[in-house]
């Protein structure tokens, strides 16, 4: 337990420097609990989530960093590989490739290049996986601006 | 079997039978014999260290001719293929320096000791100790790779032994990890699909051959096991037809048969209806419509000959009756296999339960008559060929059901049947205990023994015709 929180600790200082355009923020949900953190992405640009926010609910298990976090969406998500509705990340550092090496900051952009990159091939969300497969890039783009607009906008 | 003196004369006494296979029974410790000496064999030709040799076989799953050929050809490409140094550096320990710092838990300085593997990524010592622990408890081994961010490095048996040193337990856990991956890698070796059981199996008869010649094996631990499918021995019907036939009596679609054999629908709302007595005038419960069972005709049509229709061989209601008589055959057809099948399954379970009652029974015998216990053994004998013939003729009728008809089929049921009457006839003798007015206990004895030889002949007939016309491809099979 005490590494992780040692850890949690360092991954915290180091965060100030490391937030950047791309996220927004990345913090405990509260000063007493280490091991729940939320995040913020913005969505990546010259994509059909530009313009949107998206958050993230994180936990660490204790076993963090041999184990991998639970990344998961809270804001909906339109993506080939992630639930709709329970905003589950199908990513593969999440899981078999998790490296104890990766930091929440490197995970969170790892998310982040999932956005953009979508892996039609093993879908959690068909419906967003079956237009790219079937090359409907303009139906694809459209149905994600929509579902960022209305989920995800910034004026909300 | 390994290292027994009398295997070469025994072996040429005992011809083996066309439907067995070769085989060989390992124990966890002959597993690591095999692997070092298939370690032993390449080290020197490609002429690398021993941990080298090790992990480029387990990279190739220890396909040794590939791995010669291609390291023949690119030496350094095999190499960087698979990420190895040729002479991996012995793994140590070392103390940090200022610049260390420990990129899992961000311990820095000179206090900590850290192990770097060749590719350079400095992990602290606590921290490599949980990691492999951790992958080790997922059932990994020498797949485990260097923690750094997307680093292709392999850990390496030697360091992850010296990392686990201390722990005997995740150690031997390491060990077992490694053997498994060695068995499950391999085509040729499969575990024995026994709870508990911890012996493999090594089996070298090409896949290609395994419809034609049924790779049925037999552990150490008693299980006889078919190598190609796990399914339990299911000699002498091949693995496809196996697999079907289980699926066929998984799923429901005799259901399906029994419902089209059965019931007829409502020619008007397509209700299904089963005509459990009554005449033949229907009224169709769901929409009344009323209609005729026998000719299924409108029963307006019907006018004053009630009860008696005269419009049987009409076209329209001859088809509809053909349909009909077609699934109630196939049905009984498919009840006809069945009904052996599982009888046969059934008289085998009984059969188990039987040795139990023998063993008591050769007790008795044995104090009654004061005989010697080899003199009884022919009783267990005799129960594990009744045993043997069960499995054989259960799985025959599954042979038999996908088998199409012609003069080789008739033959094959005929050989089918001489050794069903024989093996009931014995089953009959070995379940009826000793009694005073019956036969003498020698009397009784000859009888046993004369059976079982005689069954296992029969056993054998059928197992050599079913294998050769397998082989020579004589059988047509058909499937549904």
């Known amino acids: ?156 | 079997m390994d290292g027994d003196e009398f295997e070469p004369i025994l072996g040429s006494l005992q011809k083996k039978k066309p439907w067995e296979v070769d085989f060989k029974v390992y124990d966890p410790h002959d597993l690591l014999v095999k692997q070092e000496a298939i370690v032993d064999r390449l080290q020197s030709p490609l002429a690398l260290s021993r941990e080298t040799t090790t992990l480029l076989l387990r990279c190739c799953f220890w396909k040794e001719e590939s791995l010669l050929e291609s390291f023949l050809l690119d030496r350094d490409g095999t190499l960087a293929k698979v990420g190895l140094p040729e002479h991996p550096p012995r793994p140590k320990f070392e103390a940090g320096d200022e610049s260390f710092m420990c990129e899992i838990c961000y311990c820095d300085g000179a206090d900590e000791t850290y192990l770097a593997l060749w590719c350079g990524h400095r992990f602290c010592r606590d921290c490599y100790r949980a990691y492999v622990s951790g992958k080790v408890h997922e059932g990994e081994s020498w797949r485990i790779r260097c923690p750094a961010v997307k680093c292709r490095t392999l850990l390496g048996l030697e360091p992850a032994r010296f990392i686990l040193a201390d722990d005997k337990a995740m150690l031997n856990r390491y060990e077992e990890n490694l053997t498994r991956s060695f068995v499950n890698d391999l085509p040729t070796f499969s575990w024995c699909p026994a709870p508990n059981c911890e012996y493999a199996i090594e089996c070298q008869v090409p896949r290609s051959t395994w419809e034609t010649t049924i790779p049925t094996v037999h552990c150490r631990c008693g299980k006889a096991f078919c190598f190609s499918c796990k399914h339990d021995d299911h000699i002498p019907a091949p693995c496809s037809l196996v697999s079907m036939w289980m699926q066929k009596c998984k799923d429901d679609s005799e259901t399906s048969n029994w419902i089209k054999a059965n019931t007829k629908e409502c020619v008007k709302c397509k209700s299904t209806i089963e005509k459990n007595g009554g005449c033949n005038h229907m009224v169709c419960r769901e929409c009344h419509h009323e209609f005729c069972w026998v000719c299924m005709g409108p029963w307006a049509e019907h006018g004053q000959s009630y009860y008696n229709c005269n419009r049987f061989d009409e076209d329209s209601s001859k088809n509809a009756r053909d349909s009909v008589s077609k699934s109630r055959a196939m049905l009984e057809r498919y009840l006809h296999y069945f009904t052996r099948y599982n009888n046969h399954e059934q008289s085998a379970k009984l059969a188990r339960r039987l040795l139990a009652a023998t063993e008591k029974n050769m007790d008795q015998i044995q104090r009654d008559h004061t005989l010697s216990w080899i003199e009884v053994q022919f009783l267990s004998e005799a129960v594990d060929v009744l045993s043997l013939c069960r499995s054989t003729l259960k799985w025959s009728y599954v042979l038999g059901y996908y088998m199409k008809s012609g003069n080789q089929k008739t033959i094959f049921e005929n050989n089918q049947s001489d050794l069903e009457m024989a093996t009931e006839l014995l089953n009959e003798l070995v379940e009826n205990p000793i009694t005073e007015d019956g036969p003498s206990i020698e009397e009784f004895k000859r009888m046993v023994i004369d059976k079982s030889t005689y069954v296992k002949t029969r056993w054998e007939t059928i197992l050599a015709d079913i294998t050769a016309g397998l082989q020579e491809n004589r059988w047509q099979f058909e499937s549904e």
Request: net charge negative; proline share 8%.
């Open chain 1, 1 to 156: 337990m005490a590494s992780v929180i040692r850890r949690l600790l360092k991954e915290l200082q180091d965060i100030r420097k490391d937030l950047s355009d791309e996220l927004l923020s990345l913090k405990p949900v509260n000063d007493e609990d280490l091991l729940q953190w939320h995040a913020v992405l913005r969505g990546p640009r010259e994509t059909p989530y530009q313009g949107g926010l998206f958050r993230l609910r994180i936990d660490v298990p204790e076993e963090y960093p041999i184990k991998p976090p639970s990344l998961i969406f809270t804001t909906p998500v339109c993506h080939p590989n992630v639930h709709f509705e329970t905003g589950e990340i199908c990513l593969d550092i999440l899981k078999s490739q998790w490296s104890p090496a990766w930091t929440l900051t490197s995970t969170c952009l790892a998310v982040h290049v999932l956005l953009a990159n979508p892996e039609p091939s093993s879908p959690l969300n068909c419906d967003a996986a079956n237009l790219l497969r079937c090359g409907d890039v303009v139906g694809y783009s459209s149905l994600v601006s929509m579902y960022t607009h209305i989920f995800a906008g910034q004026f909300q």
